[in-house]
């Protein structure tokens, strides 16, 4: 069994981890890729959400090795699970920094990419289409797999595109 690429996306609360998270996924997915996410709770409950959009709440601690190991026993294809709020020594890491904050968190040799907040917050509809895909190439190069690009139904706007245009009318 193949295990899937752990890549952690750390921030500050309310940064905009699981809206970066959202269109890294849709992302990777219109590459090709089969990506779930978890979500690490305070309470040491880890909330997984499957490539197929289902869910699976598991109320204990994991380490990286057992959230990929677990992950990978439940979905034996994946390719990429994205870890919200989780930190550890050796994990590809994408940071959010706050406008004011830009200090690095995790160590440069896991950084893949800094994020900063305005990014995220500032007009969504630019990250999803155009930060997002950068962002999954990035990913996909610290991986060493190649580029998959494939079109999507909605012409690559993805969830928040099609969210943004949604608010707009």
Same mark, same amino acid.
């Given at each position: 069994m193949t295990h899937p690429a752990l890549i952690c996306v750390v921030g500050p609360s309310a940064s905009g981890k699981s809206l970066l998270i959202t269109a890294l996924t849709e992302a990777l997915r219109r590459r090709g890729r089969r990506v779930a996410s978890v979500v690490l709770r305070d309470d040491s409950t880890a909330v997984f959400?499957? $490539?197929?959009g289902g869910r699976v709440t598991v109320s204990r601690h994991f =380490?990286? $090795?057992? /959230? %990929?190991? !677990?992950v990978g026993s439940i979905e034996p294809n994946l390719d990429v699970l /994205?870890?919200?709020g989780f930190r550890a020594a050796g994990c590809a890491t994408v940071q959010i920094s706050s406008d004011d904050d830009h200090t690095r968190s995790a160590d440069d #040799?896991?950084? %893949? @990419?800094?994020?900063?907040?305005v990014a995220l917050l500032g007009d969504l509809g630019v !990250?999803?289409?155009g930060?997002? =895909?950068?962002? @999954? #190439? /990035?990913?996909?190069?610290r991986l060493g797999g190649?580029?998959?690009?494939?079109? $999507? @139904? =909605?012409?690559?706007q993805g969830f928040l595109g099609r969210w943004r245009r949604r608010g707009r009318r």
């Open positions: 959400v499957l $490539s197929n =380490d990286a $090795s057992e /959230l %990929v190991e !677990f /994205l870890a919200e #040799a896991d950084l %893949v @990419a800094t994020v900063p907040t !990250f999803a289409t930060e997002g =895909d950068r962002l @999954a #190439a /990035l990913i996909e190069e190649e580029k998959q690009e494939s079109p $999507s @139904a =909605d012409g690559g």
